[in-house]
């Protein structure tokens, strides 16, 4: 049997990757399903299992990439992970996991600044997580080690499909409401701004963790 000790941090790391996909997915699905109101009624529901799921992605996301410094394999730096085109191993999966990565947790955590950069701007701004979401995406299906596996393929078609579906939902509506208006659709309806405390960053409209990848050792 294989010792897995000496790629302890590249099997945490690839972990993590997965999760945060999962998760990240998980969250946009309950954020459309918020914004398309498609379970009027359950809102509040859809909230708190939202948040935790946005709150759980962001963690995962730090952990994916945090747990590749100890990699012997790779032995990357801080700039390596951080900066999108600066790592030679796959440089164009790797940055783009980055740059969504780092959009699902900027995206995310501005959930807290929204008295200071207003609800309308917010909201506008938050539609890009759906971007950052399809970032990660691609990220863990063109660099993921285990994107030919077919449990691997099974459980993110499960989390994945849904989110799309709604996805493409939600953009559908919004075209037909421009067109019915004769101009740009509307703000989509979105948390008010109120003085009680937010129970958590929301991911409104997408998510994108990055999927781990792995060399072979």
């Known amino acids: 049997m294989t010792d897995p000790t000496p790629h302890l ?97 900027v995206l995310g955590l501005s959930y807290y600044a929204r008295r200071w950069v207003g609800a309308v701007r917010w909201r506008k701004l938050h539609r890009f997580t759906a971007l950052a979401w399809l970032l990660g995406l691609v990220h863990a299906l063109g660099e993921g080690t285990d994107a030919g596996q077919l449990w691997f393929l099974a ?23 421009a067109g019915a208006g004769g101009g740009a659709p509307s703000p989509s309806p979105g948390p008010q701004i109120s003085k009680r405390r937010p129970s958590g960053p929301t991911l409104t409209t997408g998510v994108v963790p990055i999927a781990a990848s792995e060399p072979q050792h």
């Open 155 to 177: 459980m993110t078609a499960l989390v994945v499909i849904p989110a799309l579906a709604l996805l493409f939902t939600r953009l559908a509506r919004s075209g037909a409401g």
């Open 9 to 105: 941090f590249w099997i945490t790391s690839r972990a993590a990757g997965f999760a945060a996909l999962v998760l990240a997915s998980l969250a946009v699905s309950a954020g459309l399903l918020m914004s398309t109101k498609l379970l009027k009624g359950r809102t509040s529901e859809l909230r708190a299992g939202h948040d935790t799921l946005a709150l759980a992605t962001i963690v995962a996301i730090v952990v994916h990439g945090v747990a590749l410094l100890g990699d012997q394999y790779l032995k990357p730096s801080v700039v390596d992970i951080a900066i999108p085109f600066v790592s030679s191993y796959k440089t164009l999966w790797t940055s783009l996991g980055i740059v969504g990565g780092w959009g699902l947790i």
